[in-house]
């Protein structure tokens, strides 16, 4: 449900998931829907992601105390399967059924499925409930859906107390084979702030920057992407 791209991984339908396998993926655009567009690009490849968790998930829930999270664009469910594995209750949603069914498959192969819920969910057409411990959206990116809603649901789906993680690329620093041709899916840690309005309530900002990650591109070749990264508190 997010877009992963092989820069690095995007899929919502945008969702970047770290180590995508090489060369280039076809976003089936001129499709009618999030689910076809979706399911059409998983469907070229038996595997698209390396099954990795994110990065800066890693990074910033390392120390959290483990309760209900929920992964936003779960794709193939390397974030999911991480969270299971360090103690969290998981749903994760994606738009795609074909991705879904993989990370189901996956999550079978380790001893933590019994934590996750898999659920086909386009977010253009889903209300959240403020339940969750830990709402992370990473790489929410997509032609189908602005960004500043889909960083709004994400926020609205967080219970008082719980952490926000919202991390996506940055418009100025996508490395140059990126696929990647319309900035305005993309937002720096200031947009991020103004369209979460993050200086007033309910929200205690913990991290908001943008940081630097190495990447491979689809030759071999390496490269240096830029993303923007928020952690925060909602106040209980």
Do not use: C
């Not at 998931?17 to 038996?46: C, F, I, P, S, T």
């Not at 309760?67 to 390397?78: C, R, T």
């Not at 996506?168 to 305005?184: A, C, R, T, Y």
């Amino acid at each position: 449900m997010t877009e992963k791209t092989h820069d690095g991984g995007t899929h919502q339908h945008g969702h970047q998931h770290e180590g995508a396998q090489q060369g280039g993926l076809n976003l089936h655009k001129d499709a009618d829907n999030a689910v076809d567009m979706w399911d059409g690009m998983y469907r070229e490849r038996a595997k698209i992601w390396s099954g990795n968790p994110n990065p800066q998930l890693v990074a910033e829930v390392a120390g959290l105390k483990p309760g209900k999270a929920l992964d936003l664009g779960s794709g193939e469910g390397g974030d999911a399967i991480w969270l299971a594995q360090q103690g969290w209750t998981v749903t994760a949603l994606d738009v795609s059924a074909v991705a879904l069914e993989r990370a189901a498959a996956h999550a079978a192969q380790t001893d933590h499925a019994d934590k996750i819920i898999w659920q086909q969910q386009d977010l253009a057409e889903w209300t959240p409930e403020p339940v969750f411990d830990l709402v992370s959206a990473q790489f929410l990116h997509s032609p189908l859906l602005p960004w500043r809603d889909s960083v709004a649901l994400a926020a609205a789906a967080v219970a008082p107390g719980g952490t926000l993680l919202i991390v996506g690329h940055h418009p100025h620093g996508l490395p140059s084979w990126s696929h990647h041709h319309d900035s305005g899916m993309f937002f720096t840690p200031e947009q991020l702030a103004g369209a979460l309005r993050l200086d007033r309530e309910p929200w205690f900002v913990n991290v908001l920057t943008d940081r630097a990650r190495t990447v491979t591109g689809p030759n071999g070749e390496s490269g240096t992407t830029l993303d923007t990264v928020l952690r925060a508190t909602k106040h209980a």
